[in-house]
């Protein structure tokens, strides 16, 4: 049997990701393990889930560091190596890494953002989406370069948005299925199936058939 690739999974809250990738793992056949869950935050609910499920979690307070990026990276980066983590998955983790790290993990760290990249890097994707008026909305996996939330795409999941929709309603949409398409880059990640070659994400994996319209055309338009 192949060895699972160890992952080291970062949050700094809720960790509803966090329990998608822990279900995931749990399946036979799921190449990788959760070997740790780092948090920089002590009252982060993410360790708490993670304890739950039995697994080492370890806490590198970012605010103690100050402005000492450096110093905070070298913390996690003892955690990181203790644990033997191969790969990180950026799950709802609330601090910029710096170039040095990124370039460390290259190819090796995922990241999961609530929008349709590139549209609405950053903070209040669902807020933004509603007062742009798209259509469509949802969420990006991606591997981390420096830019934030600039990282070849591995994978995306588009939701409507519906008449009647706010930030939480929306959010609660594009969240189901970041639960969806996270585990399954981080397996295709962890097999090598999806890869950081020449800049770009190569993804082997089935596409996607058919498209999301919305709203629906009416007949007879809609074929
Ligand atoms: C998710 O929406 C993720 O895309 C973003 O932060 C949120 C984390 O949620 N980066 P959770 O902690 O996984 O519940």
Do not use: K
């Amino acid at each position: 049997m192949a060895e699972l690739t160890r992952v080291a999974v970062l949050v700094s809250g809720r960790g509803s990701n966090l329990g998608a990738l822990i279900a995931a793992a749990r399946a036979p056949g799921y190449p990788a393990r959760i070997a740790l869950v780092l948090s920089n935050r002590a009252d982060a609910a993410g360790l708490e889930r993670a304890r739950e499920a039995g697994l080492p979690t370890a806490v590198v307070e970012s605010r103690p560091f100050g402005r000492d990026r450096a110093g905070f990276e070298a913390a996690m980066g003892a955690e990181l190596d203790r644990a033997g983590a191969a790969m990180i998955v950026l799950a709802g983790f609330m601090r910029v890494l710096t170039e040095g790290f990124v370039a460390r993990w290259s190819g090796r760290m995922l990241n999961v953002h609530p929008s349709l990249l590139p549209a609405f890097p950053g903070l209040d994707t669902h807020a933004r989406a509603l007062a742009a008026g798209v259509r469509l909305h949802g969420c990006t996996v991606h591997f981390v370069t420096p830019g934030v939330d600039e990282g070849p795409i591995i994978a995306q999941a588009a939701v409507p948005v519906l008449p009647g929709d706010d930030e939480a309603t929306l959010a609660a949409r594009v969240l189901a299925q970041e639960h969806r398409i996270l585990p399954a880059a981080l397996a295709w990640a962890a097999s090598g199936r999806a890869r950081l070659e020449g800049g770009r994400a190569v993804v082997e994996a089935a596409p996607a058939g058919g498209a999301i319209a919305n709203p629906l055309p009416d007949p007879p338009f809609a074929a």
